[in-house]
């Protein structure tokens, strides 16, 4: 839906290889710094970016990024100042899609056409909200893909082949597995499985089928990027800024830099994942 | 209320996607979707299921020790000197309050759907009681989440969970109450999806559990009607209940809803005061939102950022409300106010001293409202108020408060 989604999509195809999708938290440990993160990342390597919007309920989120939500909200982080951060970004890059990700209750309060609008302008390509499954759609997926947003849905172990037409009915940009029942943070799954898993749902859709949950190093990115169209790195970048802060929990000396070499590292294990497949 | 245009029947709620008017809904994360969807199912066929239903009648009978009975208060009636009080027993039930009617219903759900293993949430500990006691009596491992402060300030309750054999998992998260247990639950929940069977214990949460949780709970206003029209000839002109997520008021209120002479009023935990952030008046003081599955005011700042609320009572520190009760509100069939933490520890005790009944503190907030309204109220009128359960799990919390010596 958006050029620049589908433009990177289609470079990707033709280099050959899946995308490397990093998450972090909007506002994590502050806006400059979170900023300077978002800066960093096109340049280490990350295809597309996932600006994760805090909530300080996140039912499916483990602890290194509810964690990274308080740290946010107390550094003064609202939805306002995350659109904002990604038109900060796009001043200097109008080519990384950027996909907001989190739980639906800011943006309703925010309210969403007002959002949507002010997505627009900020350059956001899409939407991920956790909490807005197909029965759900009227609430933003149907006003998002109406404006031009992608509307990004998760597929899940539970998401099973009578469910799968309706998750993937008003899907677009691409499509999200999650790789285990569980929340962000938790253990690698069965890479055999994980690549089961995305040729049943490519068998129900063109979209990209990108896959999330578990992936920490480029080994990792590597085993899930045979199968997959893209691979999506959250918790452990997320766990990476955590360490890098000071005692008070304030950005340290090195916290964007150790951000770009966990990535940079991370993108190497793209970049290798076809050429294993092809062994 | 004004030009609301008023519905034939207030007890037709919810559509078939759970919405009681805007309000309700399932918003969930995918993982959980097809597994309430399944739980509808099974909650669709139980509900016309003729052995299902003898074996949850048999139960409430000789296990909970149903019915409860309408007491007339005649001590607290000449007391006040107005309208004549009755109160519904629940906290005559076995363990103590209304959450096993909700229990016994969804055991023996999770028995039909082949679940191995119980999981629920708990704030004062009375539904974690509850649950780990109908874990215990149809032999399931049970899980209780439960918020770090309530475990601390439940501790009789923690020990009762313990005892029977549930596991207690401290959550620290937030302010460690009811719905930092809650978001805890649900992560175990999307973990676990294979063999477990989510005990939500208020009428909230995602499609269907708040209609499910009413159903169970509505025993109580369905005995409650043919016990006061059998006592008095005729139905009450107010009814009252305590609301935390509204499970024990929805289950008095919902058979009179259609009574237009019968006010109904629910009680919200008004902590300190409505000023500033420390209450749990989400009707009264919040505004709408989504959390834990469905739409209904919420406590939560300028950014949809949930706030974490404060009540004595650890059975009402929660910042949501079922979602039939948003609606019910907003159509304006029920009346929903606060009563302060002060309030309910004065009704609290009123109540110990005047009629030999030790209430839980989330009655008592009912009870506040009663010795409120009496007084103006005629001698031949009528207040029913539910009494959702005995305050055993509170003596240590307000003896402390009250400065004695245990
Ligand atoms: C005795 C008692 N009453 C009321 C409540 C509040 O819950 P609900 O609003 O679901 O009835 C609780 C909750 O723990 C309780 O223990």
Redesign the pocket.
């Known amino acids: 839906m958006t050029a620049r989604m589908d433009n990177r999509f289609a470079a990707l195809k033709a280099e050959g290889r899946p995308a490397l999708i990093t998450y972090f938290m909007g506002g994590d440990p502050d806006f400059e710094t979170s900023l300077n993160i978002m800066k960093a990342l096109p340049e280490a390597g990350a295809d597309v970016i996932e600006l994760g919007m805090p909530f300080s309920d996140p039912m499916a989120d483990g602890p290194a990024i509810q964690m990274a939500g308080q740290r946010a909200l107390k550094g003064g982080q609202t939805l306002s100042k995350t659109l904002e951060l990604a038109k900060k970004f796009r001043e200097g890059d109008n080519e990384t899609p950027i996909v907001m990700m989190g739980y639906y209750n800011p943006i309703y309060v925010y309210g969403v056409e007002k959002f949507l609008d002010d997505a627009i302008s900020a350059g956001i390509d899409g939407l991920i909200v956790v909490d807005l499954p197909p029965e759900m759609d009227d609430e933003l997926c149907i006003p998002a893909l109406a404006k031009g947003i992608n509307f990004i849905r998760l597929a899940t172990p539970t998401t099973d082949d009578k469910r799968l037409p309706a998750v993937l009915k008003n899907t677009s940009g691409f499509v999200y597995y999650v790789s285990m029942n569980g929340i962000t943070g938790s253990a690698l799954p069965d890479p055999s499985l994980v690549s089961g898993a995305v040729n049943r749902i490519k068998g129900h859709t063109k979209l990209p089928v990108c896959v999330g949950f578990g992936v920490k190093t480029a080994d990792h990115a590597r085993a899930i990027g045979a199968a997959a169209d893209g691979v999506v790195v959250g918790s452990a970048i997320v766990a990476q800024i955590a360490g890098s802060l000071t005692k008070d929990g304030a950005a340290g000396p090195d916290t964007v830099a150790s951000v770009s070499t966990l990535v940079r590292g991370l993108a190497t294990g793209v970049r290798a994942a076809r050429l294993v497949a092809a062994e | 209320m004004n030009q609301t245009p008023q519905p034939n029947s207030f007890r037709s709620g919810p559509d078939e996607d759970g919405r009681f008017g805007i309000f309700g809904g399932r918003f969930v994360a995918e993982t959980l979707m097809p597994l309430i969807l399944d739980l509808q199912g099974e909650w669709e066929k139980a509900k016309t299921d003729a052995a299902f239903q003898k074996e949850l009648a048999d139960l409430g009978a000789h296990y909970i020790g149903r019915p409860s009975p309408l007491y007339f208060a005649e001590r607290l009636t000449a007391y006040l000197g107005g309208a004549k009080i009755y109160f519904k027993r629940e906290?005559l039930n076995h363990t103590g309050?209304?959450?096993i009617n909700n229990c016994i219903g969804q055991i023996l759900l999770a028995k039909r759907m082949g679940k191995t293993r119980i999981i629920a949430e708990?704030?004062?500990g009375?539904?974690g009681v509850a649950s780990a006691t109908v874990a215990a009596r149809f032999g399931f491992p049970c899980v209780v989440y439960m918020g770090a402060t309530d475990v601390e300030r439940q501790a009789p309750n923690v020990f009762r969970m313990k005892l029977l054999g549930a596991e207690v998992r401290p959550v620290t998260a937030g302010n460690g109450t009811l719905k930092d247990a809650m978001n805890e639950a649900l992560r175990d929940w999307v973990t676990n999806v294979d063999d477990t069977y989510y005990l939500i214990?208020?009428?909230a949460g995602p499609h269907p559990y708040p209609e499910m949780v009413r159903d169970f709970q509505a025993v109580i206003g369905t005995e409650a009607r043919e016990q006061i029209l059998e006592a008095e000839g005729r139905l009450p002109d107010v009814v009252i209940a305590?609301?935390?997520?509204?499970?024990?008021?929805i289950g008095i209120f919902h058979p009179f809803l259609d009574d237009q002479g019968v006010k109904i009023v629910g009680v919200e935990a008004g902590g300190r005061g409505l000023q500033g952030e420390e209450h749990c008046a989400s009707i009264t003081a919040g505004s709408p939102g989504v959390l834990h599955g469905n739409r209904t005011y919420l406590l939560q700042d300028h950014d949809g950022q949930i706030l974490e609320g404060h009540s004595i009572s650890?059975?009402?520190d929660y910042p949501g409300i079922g979602p039939e009760h948003s609606w019910l509100h907003s159509i304006g069939r029920v009346e929903y106010v606060p009563i302060m933490d002060q309030e309910a520890l004065d009704a609290f005790q009123v109540l110990t001293r005047l009629e030999g009944i030790i209430p839980?503190l989330?009655?008592s907030h009912a009870l506040a409202e009663v010795i409120k309204r009496a007084p103006k109220m005629g001698k031949d009128e009528i207040i029913l108020m539910n009494l959702?359960?005995r305050g055993d799990k509170d003596i240590f919390t307000v003896g402390k408060i009250l400065g004695m010596e245990l």
């Open positions: 906290e309050s209304h959450k708990t704030g004062a009375q539904h214990g208020t009428a305590a609301v935390g997520g509204g499970s024990n008021a650890a059975g009402l839980a989330e009655p959702s359960g």
